[in-house]
Nanobody, 112 residues
Framework: QVRLLESGGGLVQAGGSLRLSCVAS????????MGWYRRAPGKQRELVAT???????IYADSVKGRFTISRDTAKNTVYLQMNSLKFDDTAIYYC??????WGQGTQVTVSS
């Protein structure tokens, strides 16, 4: 069974940065798509970014140029570097593998 554990969330002022980490219990290299989603209060879950096993990435328009997804296959870890954070980035951020396995989420709160 695949387990995903997120960390790195917290409270930050607008304009600040955070780096989220997601450690997987199994290899994340072979043919998997790793991703970050978020759910803001009162809203539906939305895609933030994904990264394929070949390194290809996709970003939501709202985070392009501010967020960067990356992975360290040796550590079975996926990262989300978040810069220039905005109040609207406040949400619970979830890590997923292939949209099948999900972590418990980590809270990101941006104060205006």
């Amino acid at each position: 069974q695949v387990r995903l554990l997120e960390s790195g969330g917290g409270l930050v002022q607008a304009g600040g940065s955070l780096r989220l980490s997601c450690v997987a219990s199994v290899s994340i290299f072979s043919g998997n798509v790793m991703g970050w989603y978020r759910r803001a209060p009162g809203k539906q879950r939305e895609l933030v970014a994904t990264i394929r096993s070949d390194g290809g990435t996709i970003y939501a328009d709202s985070v392009k140029g501010r967020f960067t997804i990356s992975r360290d296959t040796a550590k079975n870890t996926v990262y989300l570097q978040m810069n220039s954070l905005k109040f609207d980035d406040t949400a619970i951020y979830y890590c997923t593998r292939d949209n099948v396995y999900w972590g418990q989420g980590t809270q990101v709160t941006v104060s205006s």
